[in-house]
């Protein structure tokens, strides 16, 4: 699969072909893409939609609402921009993501975001045969 340059960025890596694994090695987010004139519109679309899925994850395991910051001076991370470059880490306990903001507003607005095994686990490809977390 193509990818865009604008993807999320980690330093996992399988160690049983040294090649870097991607979000979209991992998880399946059924995508529901018609397909478009434009193969670059098509992945940019599921590019959207995966962003939707961390977002929307991440504020469920919050406990947040799903509601825009209308709040300019404020960190929004309602924005799918914010998710589209952001790094994540696989450890024991599930991914953390950190939501990329410009370098006036990540002092201020940059967190981590934790989103547990259990959470992950539906949207697991049966194709990725690690277990993800300690079993």
């Known amino acids: 699969m193509k990818s865009l340059n604008y993807e999320t960025t980690s330093y996992l890596y399988d160690l049983n072909t040294f090649e870097k694994v ?72 599930g991914i953390i993501f950190y939501p990329y903001f410009p370098l006036i507003s990540k002092t201020l607005c940059e967190r981590p975001f934790l989103i547990p095994i259990a959470e992950l686990n539906r949207y697991k490809k049966q194709s990725f045969t690690y277990s993800l977390g300690l079993n």
Do not use: P
């Open 22 to 93: 991607k979000l979209e090695n991992i998880f399946n987010y059924n995508y529901s893409t018609k397909l478009e004139a434009d193969e670059y519109q098509k992945l940019n679309a599921q590019n959207i939609l995966t962003n939707k899925a961390i977002r929307d994850l991440a504020f469920k395991v919050e406990g947040w609402q799903l509601l825009e910051n209308t709040d300019q001076e404020s960190c929004n991370y309602f924005k799918i921009d914010i998710w589209n470059t952001s790094n994540w880490i696989l450890t024991d306990n």
